[in-house]
């Protein structure tokens, strides 16, 4: 039977561990970024290459630029860094920039929403495997509420305590792009350009494929999703409108039957499901000018009920 002492030295000896993964992570130009993550898998090779970060440029520089600097912070993407312990109380806040009057203090206990004790879960990860997933729901500090998150986990000696440094994704911010505060109709509208209208559909289109039909209500009402002459639209298979949050909605209508044969009776629809993305280029009735104006639109393809939809914006052209 292994006594404390022994596990204690096997918890240190995993502390000491070389990284397990990500050894060519390509840190030094820096194009691991919080601003870059897009997955899941993206937050493992920002955990690793702000951990390589501090053990190059020391503790107090990653404590600094953990806060300030815009590689390591965008949105709700953030590091995290606390002393290791089994108890939450035990645990000492290091670094969270969401909130930095923590640190300095004890986590305090944290049995989440699925039952589980979250800085035990944290702490068996770490001293047996050196690093890991760990999956948990926590208060999110963009939008106040208690709400699912995966987080990427490594251990790392600050300043010869031994502790954990992680960052994760609440599971509505995925992909990591899908900040509402950055990501919305309004900012569209006002910087038109094609990768803002890439984030808005994807975004959409991945709220749409998580929440189902459900989500038909949000896209089409909330005012993320509408500003002005920016709106979105989903189409089915066939080219029809399924929805859309345009005040004005021709539902059941084929795309080229849209104002007067948009698109020249072609299949729109067909390539974009073939592409699973597409950009589309045609006139159309500006709903806040109420003139027609050349549109640049595009669609991307989801999975909703077994049914392939498309979901879709544009902006107009002068």
């Known amino acids: 039977m292994i006594g404390p002492a022994s596990r204690f030295l096997l918890a240190l000896g995993a502390l000491l561990l070389p990284a397990l993964s990500l050894a060519q992570t390509p840190c030094a130009d820096k194009s691991v970024a919080a601003s870059a993550i897009r997955t899941r898998e993206d937050i493992r090779a ?10 190059e440029h020391g503790t107090t520089e990653a404590h600094r630029a953990f806060h300030e600097s815009a590689r390591w912070k965008s949105g709700p993407i953030y590091l995290f860094v606390s002393a290791l312990a089994s108890r939450g109380e035990d645990s000492t806040v290091l670094v969270y920039p969401p909130e930095r009057s923590r640190e300095g203090n004890g986590w305090g206990t944290l049995i989440d929403t699925y039952g589980n004790d979250y800085y035990k879960e944290r702490y068996r990860i770490a001293t047996q495997f050196g690093e890991g997933w760990i999956y948990y729901s926590f208060v999110n500090p963009v939008t106040g509420r208690d709400e699912p998150k995966a987080a990427y986990l490594k251990t790392i000696d600050w300043d010869g305590t031994p502790a954990v440094i992680g960052a994760g994704l609440y599971l509505q911010d995925l992909p990591g792009t899908c900040d509402p505060a950055e990501v919305n109709a309004a900012a569209l509208e006002a910087e038109p350009n ?37 709106y979105l639209f989903v189409l089915n298979s066939r080219g029809m409108q399924y929805f859309s949050s345009n005040p004005v909605t021709i539902n059941g209508v084929a795309v080229e039957e849209w104002s007067g044969s948009l698109f020249m009776e072609r299949d729109v629809a067909s390539p974009a499901a073939a592409f699973d993305e597409s950009t589309l280029y045609y006139d159309a009735l500006n709903p806040a000018s109420a003139s027609v104006q050349r549109k640049v639109a595009f669609v991307k393809r989801v999975m909703v009920g077994g049914e392939a939809l498309l979901v879709g914006s544009g902006y107009y052209l002068p």
């Open 46 to 55: 920002f955990v690793q290459c702000a951990r390589e970060y501090a053990q």
């Open 194 to 230: 094609a990768e803002r209208l890439q984030e808005l559909v994807r975004c959409a289109a991945y709220r749409f494929e998580e929440a189902g039909y459900f989500a038909a209500f949000e896209l089409q009402n909330n005012p993320r999703w509408r500003s002005g002459s920016i």
